[in-house]
């Protein structure tokens, strides 16, 4: 069967680039990019879609005869902090709306994208397992860990063919952050170009996994293209492409924008970021679907800075 593929939350950060390299994969008719807000003429084929309303999902699926969904739609680790509550809300209960109605509606495959911020204090910082302890310390983390078991429990209960990745802090030349706590790396670009002064909201030294948004596209699909024996995990996947901190990542910018100066003003976030682990074992990842990056730090600095230039 030809995938028809429903894209949740298509408006943000992630979506706004995998959707058009679905479309790439899959041809343009065949993936309807959704958000809670009308998504402008340049998504192409495309409808509002409330994750919080079970019937209106239902009704979608049956309406455009979905058979694959890519669950996006979230809020994020910073922004969640502003308001906890409606965070789970809106992270929880939309999930569990699109399992039930994968559930109902007899949907193929689901991707189901989770995060770094599912790991806490406690959680080995480097090279951090596949299966760890997961104590997050974000509404977002507490969300995403929930969410990972539920995904194992429709699989296991029902047979959902649900798949996932932990992303890392994902950095964009094509989409403007979606409050994050990573975002600081894609924010120094910008202002790289733009008034050569960065002002950090994290300390200099604070270490982070991260990835190029192309590896983290291609991941994303090669992932929900692997034969279904080969998918082992199905909590989620640890993925990593580098790992560096604020000053790592401005020193190699300063090679191209020489004039580039930085300042460092840490505020909530970084006691977000400190929860959080420094470096991933992604191997598990690399053994059972061909998991490997293409962009590493030098790299992927001189992508973007060539292509916000343009």
Same mark, same amino acid.
């Given at each position: 069967?030809?995938? /028809?593929?429903?894209?949740?939350?298509? &408006?943000?950060?992630?979506? =706004? *680039?995998?959707? +058009?390299? #679905?479309?790439?994969?899959?041809?343009?008719?065949?993936?309807?990019?959704?958000?809670?807000?009308?998504?402008?003429?340049?998504?192409?084929?495309?409808?509002?879609?409330?994750?919080?309303?079970?019937?209106?999902?239902?009704?979608?699926?049956?309406?455009?005869?979905?058979?694959?969904?890519?669950?996006?739609?979230?809020?994020?680790?910073?922004?969640?902090?502003?308001?906890?509550?409606?965070?789970?809300?809106?992270?929880?209960?939309?999930?569990?709306?699109?399992?039930?109605?994968?559930?109902?509606?007899?949907?193929?495959?689901?991707?189901?994208?989770?995060?770094?911020?599912?790991?806490?204090?406690?959680?080995?910082?480097?090279?951090?397992?596949?299966?760890?302890?997961?104590?997050?310390?974000?509404?977002?983390?507490?969300?995403?860990?929930?969410?990972?078991?539920?995904? /194992?429990?429709?699989?296991?209960?029902? &047979?959902?063919?649900?798949? =996932? *990745?932990?992303? +890392?802090? #994902?950095?964009?030349?094509?989409?403007?952050?979606?409050?994050?706590?990573?975002?600081?790396?894609?924010?120094?670009?910008?202002?790289?170009?733009?008034?050569?002064?960065?002002?950090?909201?994290?300390?200099?030294?604070?270490?982070?996994?991260?990835?190029?948004?192309?590896?983290?596209?291609?991941?994303?699909?090669?992932?929900?293209?692997?034969?279904?024996?080969?998918?082992?995990?199905?909590?989620?996947?640890?993925?990593?492409?580098?790992?560096?901190?604020?000053?790592?990542?401005?020193?190699?910018?300063?090679?191209?924008?020489?004039?580039?100066?930085?300042?460092?003003?840490?505020?909530?976030?970084?006691?977000?970021?400190?929860?959080?682990?420094?470096?991933?074992?992604?191997?598990?990842?690399?053994?059972?679907?061909?998991?490997?990056?293409?962009?590493?730090?030098?790299?992927?600095?001189?992508?973007?800075?060539?292509?916000?230039?343009?």
């Amino acid at each position: 069967m030809e995938p /028809k593929i429903l894209v949740t939350g298509g &408006g943000g950060q992630l979506g =706004s *680039v995998l959707i +058009p390299a #679905l479309r790439k994969a899959y041809g343009t008719h065949s993936v309807l990019a959704t958000d809670i807000r009308p998504l402008d003429e340049s998504f192409g084929w495309s409808s509002t879609l409330d994750v919080l309303n079970f019937d209106m999902i239902c009704d979608l699926i049956e309406r455009e005869g979905i058979n694959q969904i890519y669950h996006l739609a979230a809020i994020l680790s910073a922004k969640g902090e502003e308001n906890p509550t409606f965070t789970w809300k809106v992270n929880m209960d939309g999930l569990l709306n699109i399992l039930e109605a994968s559930k109902k509606m007899g949907i193929d495959k689901i991707f189901y994208p989770s995060t770094i911020a599912v790991f806490g204090s406690s959680t080995p910082k480097v090279d951090t397992p596949q299966d760890t302890i997961l104590n997050p310390e974000t509404v977002y983390g507490i969300s995403k860990a929930a969410g990972e078991n539920w995904c /194992k429990y429709y699989h296991d209960r029902f &047979g959902l063919d649900i798949r =996932s *990745v932990r992303y +890392p802090g #994902l950095i964009s030349y094509e989409s403007l952050p979606g409050g994050g706590t990573t975002d600081y790396a894609v924010d120094i670009f910008h202002e790289a170009l733009k008034s050569e002064h960065f002002t950090c909201f994290l300390k200099s030294d604070t270490r982070l996994p991260m990835m190029y948004m192309p590896d983290a596209v291609r991941a994303t699909v090669e992932l929900m293209s692997a034969p279904k024996e080969s998918i082992k995990s199905r909590t989620s996947y640890n993925l990593e492409a580098m790992s560096f901190t604020p000053a790592e990542i401005y020193e190699e910018i300063r090679k191209h924008v020489p004039n580039l100066t930085i300042s460092y003003e840490p505020d909530f976030r970084e006691l977000i970021a400190r929860t959080w682990v420094e470096t991933v074992d992604d191997s598990s990842a690399r053994k059972d679907w061909g998991w490997k990056e293409a962009f590493d730090l030098p790299r992927m600095v001189e992508d973007m800075l060539y292509h916000l230039k343009q």
